[in-house]
Antibody, heavy 119, light 107 residues
Framework: EVQLVESGGTFVQPGGSLRLSCAAS????????MNWVRQAPGKGLEWISY????????YYADSVKGRFTMSRDNAKNSLYLEMNSLTVEDTAIYYC????????????WGQGTLLTVSS | DILMTQSPSSLSASVGDRVTIHCQAS??????LNWYQHKPGKAPKLLIY???NLRTGVPSRFSGSGSGTDFTFTISRLQPEDFATYFC??????????FGQGTNLEI
């Protein structure tokens, strides 16, 4: 069974840093494109990052470019999102999601982890 | 960057109704458009990919159409479990893989 479990969300002060993790099971992460998506309170879904299956291509949304870094640990079958210079606008539930290569759609998502940035 | 404009932002309907949601892309994205359902506290769920392809296991009352810049998502006969927020997402021009603003479907 495919499962994605995010962790690491917590309360952080503005300007702080945090690393989110996404543990995958039921499939091998480096065989798939993977994404991070977030949802701020009362807002819609916002795509923020993508990594290709071979790891050679990583994209970021303009809102996080230069502050967030997406990475992968194949040995741990996990994804990470390193976040720096956090602002209150980064407060959101963060989801990792697998991309179906034939559909180019996010076919499996985790339950999300909540990051709150506040002073 | 491509912008996705989704309408309406909210919609009230009753069980058994037919509802339609629209999504417009700021540029031609061919058929590279997906639809998701999202319920509070749950993981989003893929329903339709490439504009009109129903994901395996998704009920046939859900459908999608369109190409280029204009797309439509339809639920033919609303069921109680369908009340949720629905999002379109483009993957034709990367990055970003932009989502629409969402449509909150309420009873």
């Amino acid at each position: 069974e495919v499962q994605l479990v995010e962790s690491g969300g917590t309360f952080v002060q503005p300007g702080g840093s945090l690393r989110l993790s996404c543990a995958a099971s039921g499939f091998i992460v480096n065989h798939y494109e993977m994404n991070w998506v977030r949802q701020a309170p009362g807002k819609g879904l916002e795509w923020i990052s993508y990594i290709s299956s071979n790891g050679a291509t990583i994209y970021y949304a303009d809102s996080v470019k230069g502050r967030f870094t997406m990475s992968r640990d194949n040995a741990k079958n996990s994804l990470y999102l390193e976040m720096n210079s956090l602002t209150v606008e980064d407060t959101a539930i963060y989801y990792c999601a697998r991309e179906d290569p034939s559909a180019v759609a996010l076919d499996y998502w985790g339950q999300g982890t909540l990051l709150t940035v506040s002073s | 960057d491509i912008l996705m404009t989704q309408s309406p932002s909210s919609l009230s309907a009753s069980v058994g109704d037919r509802v339609t949601i629209h999504c417009q892309a700021s540029q031609d994205i061919k058929n590279y458009l997906n639809w998701y359902q999202h319920k509070p506290g749950k993981a989003p769920k893929l329903l339709i990919y490439d504009a009109s392809n129903l994901r395996t296991g998704v009920p046939s009352r859900f459908s999608g159409s369109g190409s280029g810049t204009d797309f439509t998502f339809t639920i033919s006969r609303l069921q109680p479990e369908d009340f949720a927020t629905y999002f379109c997402q483009q993957h034709g021009h990367l990055p970003p893989k932009a989502f629409g603003q969402g449509t909150n479907l309420e009873i």
